[in-house]
């Protein structure tokens, strides 16, 4: 089973609900049974986790990070289909089809003897719950290494940075009145999305880095009123900000703390992600990458985090890389099945060249931060 019939295989599976996820995680196990993989299971809040491991534990260690969950999506989407070179379905892109390299990847390498890998793939990367995941927790427990790789879209180039979340739940206040008198109150609702403009124009929107041109800033949920014919008196609303990794999450909400008639109700908040460029596991992957490309491998800059934040917080160098494609979330998710292929190879060839270039470089991680954001 090569890496495009696997990705089939897995996208085949509805895994954005819990019955999915389990019918998936029971593929991937049985996949590495066939294939002589050790391997172990876990349940994480009635959710399955599957974790492998070839080579020797006291070898420098790598970790391939993978999640089998996905957004919801249409009946149809979970029926893969192929047009040219694009491999089409839920998940396809984020990231069942890096999975899925990943997994024949880890087969590629299971004889060496030089390498520590490590694969970990869990059920819960897309949930709602920002609080609590089975990554940050079997981080926790001590599942690290020298080096972790989250399989995310990155049309293989090597992300070494991405943006910190801060998600705020405010309170917007308004005044009540009947409905068919609106000019005698003062809609919330209204005034809400009056507030998200404001947010939209503070000046830590118009800032930027030398990977990102701004932050940005997305409107998830909304909620307010209680009657037909009330003027609504109370809203709430999600606002999602990804900010960049030099921005500071306190001064972010000192600026929207100073709108008026807003109330913080609630934070969430994830650090942005910054590893070296001259980290000797990521130049590794650079030239491993680059026997696969036309041209050099770059690093880039992710829009969105990830459970790589994870390892970095646990003093883990972490980066993201995956297939080519587009349409993650989308209704037409596509994954590149030659860069399948190539991923596979960029992940084999970095594990067997890996003891060469640490012993040219040392086994260190180098200039390695978790940058953290102000007080919340």
């Given at each position: 089973?090569?890496?495009?019939?696997?990705?089939?295989?897995?996208?085949?599976?509805?895994?954005?609900?819990?019955?999915?996820?389990?019918?998936?995680?029971?593929?991937?196990?049985?996949?590495?049974?066939?294939?002589?993989?050790?391997?172990?299971?876990?349940?994480?809040?009635?959710?399955?986790?599957?974790?492998?491991?070839?080579?020797?534990?006291?070898?420098?260690?790598?970790?391939?990070?993978?999640?089998?969950?996905?957004?919801?999506?249409?009946?149809?989407?979970?029926?893969?289909?192929?047009?040219?070179?694009?491999?089409?379905?839920?998940?396809?892109?984020?990231?069942?089809?890096?999975?899925?390299?990943?997994?024949?990847?880890?087969?590629?390498?299971?004889?060496?003897?030089?390498?520590?890998?490590?694969?970990?793939?869990?059920?819960?990367?897309?949930?709602?719950?920002?609080?609590?995941?089975?990554?940050?927790?079997?981080?926790?427990?001590?599942?690290?290494?020298?080096?972790?790789?989250?399989?995310?879209?990155?049309?293989?180039?090597?992300?070494?940075?991405?943006?910190?979340?801060?998600?705020?739940?405010?309170?917007?206040?308004?005044?009540?009145?009947?409905?068919?008198?609106?000019?005698?109150?003062?809609?919330?609702?209204?005034?809400?999305?009056?507030?998200?403009?404001?947010?939209?124009?503070?000046?830590?929107?118009?800032?930027?880095?030398?990977?990102?041109?701004?932050?940005?800033?997305?409107?998830?949920?909304?909620?307010?009123?209680?009657?037909?014919?009330?003027?609504?008196?109370?809203?709430?609303?999600?606002?999602?900000?990804?900010?960049?990794?030099?921005?500071?999450?306190?001064?972010?909400?000192?600026?929207?703390?100073?709108?008026?008639?807003?109330?913080?109700?609630?934070?969430?908040?994830?650090?942005?992600?910054?590893?070296?460029?001259?980290?000797?596991?990521?130049?590794?992957l650079r030239d491993a990458?680059?026997?696969s490309l036309e041209g050099?491998?770059?690093?880039?800059g992710r829009d969105g985090?990830?459970?790589?934040?994870?390892?970095?917080?646990?003093?883990?160098?972490?980066?993201?890389?995956?297939?080519?494609?587009?349409?993650?979330?989308?209704?037409?998710?596509?994954?590149?099945?030659?860069?399948?292929?190539?991923?596979?190879?960029?992940?084999?060839?970095?594990?067997?060249?890996?003891?060469?270039?640490?012993?040219?470089?040392?086994?260190?991680?180098?200039?390695?931060?978790?940058?953290?954001?102000?007080?919340?």
């Amino acid at each position: 089973m090569d890496e495009r019939v696997l990705a089939e295989r897995l996208i085949g599976y509805d895994t954005s609900a819990p019955e999915g996820l389990n019918q998936a995680a029971g593929f991937v196990k049985g996949w590495l049974d066939a294939r002589d993989l050790p391997h172990d299971a876990r349940d994480f809040d009635g959710l399955p986790v599957v974790l492998a491991e070839v080579g020797p534990k006291e070898a420098p260690t790598v970790v391939l990070h993978g999640h089998l969950d996905v957004v919801p999506g249409r009946e149809g989407q979970f029926a893969p289909r192929v047009e040219g070179d694009r491999l089409i379905g839920r998940g396809a892109y984020d990231m069942k089809g890096g999975l899925a390299a990943m997994m024949c990847a880890l087969q590629d390498v299971a004889e060496q003897d030089a390498v520590r890998v490590r694969f970990l793939c869990v059920p819960d990367e897309e949930s709602d719950d920002v609080e609590r995941r089975s990554t940050d927790a079997l981080v926790r427990e001590g599942l690290h290494g020298d080096f972790a790789i989250s399989g995310e879209p990155t049309d293989l180039h090597i992300g070494v940075q991405a943006k910190g979340v801060l998600a705020v739940r405010l309170e917007v206040a308004g005044r009540a009145a009947h409905g068919s008198t609106p000019w005698l109150g003062d809609n919330a609702i209204v005034k809400a999305l009056g507030v998200l403009r404001t947010i939209e124009t503070l000046p830590f929107s118009r800032e930027s880095s030398d990977l990102f041109d701004r932050p940005s800033i997305n409107l998830a949920r909304i909620a307010g009123g209680d009657a037909f014919n009330k003027v609504p008196d109370r809203c709430g609303m999600d606002v999602d900000i990804r900010y960049l990794p030099n921005q500071d999450a306190g001064e972010i909400l000192a600026q929207i703390r100073a709108i008026p008639d807003v109330v913080v109700a609630k934070t969430f908040l994830r650090a942005p992600a910054v590893v070296s460029r001259s980290n000797p596991y990521v130049l590794a992957l650079r030239d491993a990458v680059s026997r696969s490309l036309e041209g050099e491998a770059l690093s880039v800059g992710r829009d969105g985090a990830s459970d790589a934040v994870s390892f970095l917080e646990a003093g883990v160098p972490a980066v993201e890389f995956g297939p080519v494609g587009a349409g993650h979330h989308g209704p037409d998710e596509w994954v590149s099945i030659r860069s399948l292929a190539r991923y596979r190879a960029a992940l084999r060839d970095f594990v067997l060249a890996l003891p060469g270039r640490l012993a040219r470089h040392g086994r260190g991680a180098g200039d390695l931060r978790a940058v953290e954001g102000g007080p919340a």
